[in-house]
């Protein structure tokens, strides 16, 4: 397919690529981010790099065994709650490289949990170079409406991580193949026998522990089988003598680390301050405390690994009801096509879109504030917002999406 689009633009007299005024390389910026008002430290880790050892064993680029027999990408996937982030669009895949796209492959059933599971959704774009880049295993209905022959820009939106094809959970497989249809991986090692150099613009290391997210919730989070969504029991807002369930999520658990975690008072002084050592390496990991709050008003919950402190503020004391309304809340234009904008007094801090069936179809969480909301994604039809303000008051609104 991808054959045949380049001969389709050849013959349009559209191909980008010029092998005569080619550039030597081009370097990528990292494939997947996550989405505006997604209030977590990180989204995503590394599973799987591309596979060097051929035959029966495997060894990745950096000598070790972080890949599959096989592998020719690079898997990167979600994390906290893979399948929550899917299907609230909470990941974002993006160009890695300015490019033109060659192929585009959507429609496919996307909530695959096992291998061999059929044809993926995908985007393939080429780049000035020559060389070439697969997008895979993407979210049905999300993909760029670009179509092939149209640029993309470095940092363009592609689509949403999905489960579709030969998957086992939502995850991006990113793909790189030269400009003489020869594999490439962009990560450099001593153990890449494709390539000699790096394709990245800022390489990362094979092994980056790493705090994903600081979170609260109301009870230990659930999940359920593959491919159901995880019943995350979030929660800010909680009432006076309610037990908070602290919660530290990890990608590259380093075994003999330490973490180190404190939560503080509205008033500034210390409820609980401890070390954690965590003696096990795990590709991704979460850890759960349990905190009894002595005091209404604004707490913080913070963690620091490696260096770097990721601090979230949680919320205890009795919710009011005619005084709980947001004043001049306002949600436009109405109807929406792409873009919900939001106004209020106060800052929006979390933002629930709701359909006719009373199930909450997207929700973005972020005390640094949320002033709009994409909704591009979701179908045609009536929806309601439930927004929640910095003080916890709130306000619903009916929408219409074109």
Same mark, same amino acid.
């Given at each position: ?7 389709? +633009?050849?013959?349009?007299?559209? +191909?980008?690529?010029?092998?005569? *005024? ?13 989405? @505006? ?18 035959g029966a064993g495997i060894?990745?680029?950096? !000598? ?16 906290? &709650? ?5 299907? #609230? ?23 695959? !949990? ?16 020559? *060389? ?20 993309? *820009?470095?940092?363009?939106? +592609? ?30 090692? *001593? !153990? ?9 613009e800022d390489q990362l290391? #094979? ?18 089988? !593959? ?10 807002? &909680? ?33 609980? @301050?401890?070390?954690?050592? +965590? ?32 601090? #979230? ?84 609104v009916k929408i219409m999406?074109?």
């Amino acid at each position: 397919k991808i054959a045949e689009s380049i001969q389709m +633009l050849k013959d349009q007299g559209k +191909l980008f690529y010029n092998e005569a *005024s080619k550039p030597d390389y081009i370097q990528f910026a990292w494939p997947l981010k996550k989405a @505006e008002g997604v209030g977590y430290n990180q989204i995503w880790g590394v599973s799987n790099f591309v596979d060097h050892q051929g035959g029966a064993g495997i060894k990745d680029y950096f !000598c070790q065994e972080k890949t599959y027999n096989g592998h020719k990408g690079t898997d990167i996937y979600l994390w906290p &709650f893979w399948w929550y982030a899917m299907d #609230h669009d909470q990941a974002e895949i993006i160009a890695a490289a300015d490019g033109q796209i060659l192929y585009k492959f959507d429609g496919n059933y996307d909530r695959s !949990c096992v291998m061999g599971s059929g044809d993926w959704n995908a985007v393939y774009v080429q780049h000035a170079d020559g *060389s070439i880049a697969w997008y895979g295993h993407m979210k049905n209905g999300s993909l760029t409406t670009k179509n092939v022959g149209d640029m993309v *820009s470095k940092g363009e939106f +592609l689509g949403n991580v999905g489960s579709s094809g030969s998957s086992t959970g939502p995850h991006l497989h990113f793909e790189v193949y030269n400009s003489s249809s020869q594999l490439i991986d962009p990560f450099e090692g *001593s !153990c890449n026998l494709l390539n000699s150099e790096s394709w990245w613009e800022d390489q990362l290391p #094979h092994d980056k522990p790493t705090i994903n997210a600081v979170l609260t919730h109301s009870a230990y989070p659930v999940f359920p089988d !593959c491919p159901q969504q995880e019943v995350t029991n979030l929660k800010n807002y &909680f009432e006076t003598g309610e037990s908070v369930y602290l919660a530290v999520y990890l990608t590259d658990q380093e075994a003999g680390s330490t973490m180190h975690l404190k939560v503080t008072r509205p008033n500034g002084t210390i409820l609980n @301050e401890w070390d954690a050592a +965590l003696t096990e390496n795990y590709q991704l990991s979460y850890w759960f405390w349990i905190a009894n709050p002595d005091m209404n008003g604004n707490w913080k919950w913070e963690a620091t690994y490696k260096g770097v402190t990721v601090v #979230h503020d949680f919320y205890v004391g009795v919710m009011g009801t005619a005084e709980n309304e947001i004043k001049d809340f306002k949600a436009f234009p109405n109807p929406v096509y792409e873009l919900i904008n939001l106004q209020s007094p106060d800052k929006i801090v979390d933002v629930q879109i709701i359909d006719a069936q009373g199930r909450t179809v997207k929700h973005i969480s972020s005390l640094s504030g949320i002033d709009k909301v994409d909704v591009k994604s979701l179908p045609a039809g009536f929806y309601v917002i439930k927004a929640s303000d910095i003080q916890k008051k709130t306000s619903t609104v009916k929408i219409m999406k074109k």
